[in-house]
T-cell receptor
C-alpha cells in the first residue's frame, strides 16, 4: 500500500461546480498537509497548507484534514476554467516541508468546462 | 513572497554532454533546497535534498555521480546532469525552504530537458 493515495482522475466538471479532491494516507505520523496546483509544464504552486485536523479556508478554496480517518480534502467553490490543472496533495512527518521531504500523491487532473 | 526561479526553462542537448540547471530563491534565504524529476503524467519524484554548505542527500536509486548538486549559497543551488543520455530527458523541478519547522517548501517553474 502506498503511503499516499490520490485518484488521478481525470475529473471534468462544468463551470461553477463545487469540486472535491481527496487523498488518503496510511501513516499516522504525517502531521503537515499541503495542496499544490500544477499547470501543464509548470512547477507546483502552493494553494493550502494546514497542520492538524480541521478546516482552513482561503477564498474559493477550503482544505479539510481528518486525522482520525487519515483523509484530506480540497474543495473548490464556483470553479472556473482557470482552475483546470493537476492538483497534488502532499504531506510531511517531521516539519512543514521547509527542511524535510514531502510525500506526494499522484495528482488529480481537473478540467473545468466553460 | 516565496519566489523560486529556475534557469534555463528549457534545454536541448546532445547525448554525452553535461547540462547545468540553476535554482534561485529570489526573496528569501533557502537553507534547504530539493530537486525533483517529473515524467509525463507522473507525480514528482524527489531526487535529492541539499543544505547550504554541505553535501546533498540523495534518494535511493539516484546516482550522485551523474546528478551533481551544489548548494553554494543561501539563494542558489545547481543541478548538473553529467554525460546526459536520452533517458535523462525529463522535467526537473527545484523547491526551496527557509528551514523553519512550521513552514513548507516553494517550487520553481521547472526545467524541461531533452537529450537527443
Amino acid at each position: 500500500q502506498k503511503e499516499v493515495e490520490q485518484d488521478p482522475g481525470p475529473l471534468s466538471v462544468p463551470e461553477g461546480a463545487i469540486v472535491s479532491l481527496n487523498c488518503t494516507y496510511s501513516n499516522s505520523a504525517f502531521q503537515y498537509f499541503m495542496w499544490y496546483r500544477q499547470y501543464s509544464r509548470k512547477g507546483p504552486e502552493l494553494l493550502m497548507y494546514t497542520y492538524s485536523s480541521g478546516n482552513k479556508e482561503d477564498g474559493r478554496f477550503t482544505a479539510q484534514v481528518d486525522k482520525s480517518s487519515k483523509y484530506i480534502s480540497l474543495f473548490i467553490r464556483d470553479s472556473q476554467p482557470s482552475d483546470s490543472a493537476t492538483y497534488l496533495c502532499a504531506m510531511s512527518k517531521n516539519s512543514g516541508g521547509s527542511n524535510y521531504k514531502l510525500t506526494f500523491g499522484k495528482g488529480t487532473l481537473l478540467t473545468v468546462n466553460p | 513572497g516565496a519566489v523560486v526561479s529556475q534557469h534555463p526553462s528549457r534545454v536541448i542537448c546532445k547525448s554525452g554532454t553535461s547540462v547545468k540547471i540553476e535554482c534561485r530563491s529570489l526573496d528569501f534565504q533557502a537553507t534547504t533546497m530539493f530537486w525533483y524529476r517529473q515524467f509525463p503524467k507522473q507525480s514528482l519524484m524527489l531526487m535529492a535534498t541539499s543544505n547550504e554548505g554541505s553535501k546533498a542527500t540523495y534518494e535511493q536509486g539516484v546516482e550522485k555521480d551523474k546528478f551533481l548538486i551544489n548548494h553554494a549559497s543561501l539563494t542558489l543551488s545547481t543541478l548538473t546532469v553529467t554525460s546526459a543520455h536520452p533517458e535523462d530527458s525529463s522535467f526537473y523541478i527545484c523547491s526551496a525552504g527557509t528551514g523553519a519547522q512550521e513552514e513548507t517548501q516553494y517550487f520553481g517553474p521547472g526545467t524541461r530537458l531533452l537529450v537527443l
